[in-house]
């Protein structure tokens, strides 16, 4: 007989797992399987295991599927996010391994066998953990979502404190930056739900907004800094994350705005892939697909990662939460297809990483794809 354990994207952003008994079971957007087969009637240890691992090929990324005439069969999804990247044939998208009895040996050596194939990933014990995972902190978001403010965050580190449970690293979560919204167009409202949704923010300016401003004169006022400073002095923490997007804020950065013209954002349309919608039919009317975001060019983008990162480790800040990372596999047309556009990102994040947060003060969320994973170079902690 056999049985199988899928994990596979049950939204767009996050992985779950299924467990099952035949091809047509496995769900689309599958990005791990591993089958376990017996003789019927035979013994537990008579059982192999094989891992199936689908790849990222050039341009394109590959997932698993159940389908097929008979329900039965299992299939291989290939795609590229862009109409004008296309191709017909494929070597290495798949990788399959096995192994006679143990399913963690199969494991460790299908990720192994792959990284040494793809070259462009490191697994987790050859990276460097942040300190932060060795102590207990606290993220504003649960308490505060996106209205954090600099007096509620020492009222927060405060609390904990006097409950006997004082945190040594906050995330100062969403709701810190300088964002604004679009003029509202009637044009948004094509699919007749954008006019639902209130405009989406955008990023204008890669310093922090005035709930964490202090000082009348804005030639004087000190901005974050000043809430870290408390932070380490005041409440004896020892590190400070900030959380942003991977394209700047929800709705990517507004194009054209003063000062953050060397960004070249543009906007662009969330494409939706078949096997997301299948899983997750909402997003074809979310409010990120229909009303867009602001896209920095490729180009630019290690420019912009470094100016905000530079600028946040200037006023101490040791690392950064970087959020809604699997947006990136919907905008690949006219970049070259999804998993281009997702390796300059990650390029230029890991190297602004690297050079402003030394500690590899980096936690990645919303990042379940395959297009990210098999780039993770020096991220390590995962959510």
Known sequence: GVRFMACFRFKMWWMAQRMGDKGGDVPHETQFLLVESRAIGGEEDDASYVVFLPLVEGAFRASLQGGGAGGDELQLCVESGDAGTLASSFDRALFVGAADSDPFAAIAGAVAAVRSCLGTFRPRAEKKLPAIVDYFGWCTWDAFYQDVTQEGVEAGLQSLAAGGAPPKFVIIDDGWQSVGTDKQSPDLDSAGEAGKSPPLPRLTGIKENSKFQSGDDPATATGIETLVRAAKEKYGLKYVYVWHAITGYWGGVRPGVAGMEAYRSSMQFPKISPGVAENEPNMKTDVLTLQGLGLVHPQAVHRFYDELHAYLAAAGVDGVKVDVQCV?????????????????????????VAKNFPDNGIIAC????TDALYWYDITQSLH
């Open 366 to 369: 919303m990042s379940h794809n």
């Open 328 to 352: 990136l596999e919907t905008l690949g047309a006219g970049h070259g297809g999804r998993v281009q556009l997702t390796r300059e990102y990650h390029r230029a994040l890991d190297a602004s």
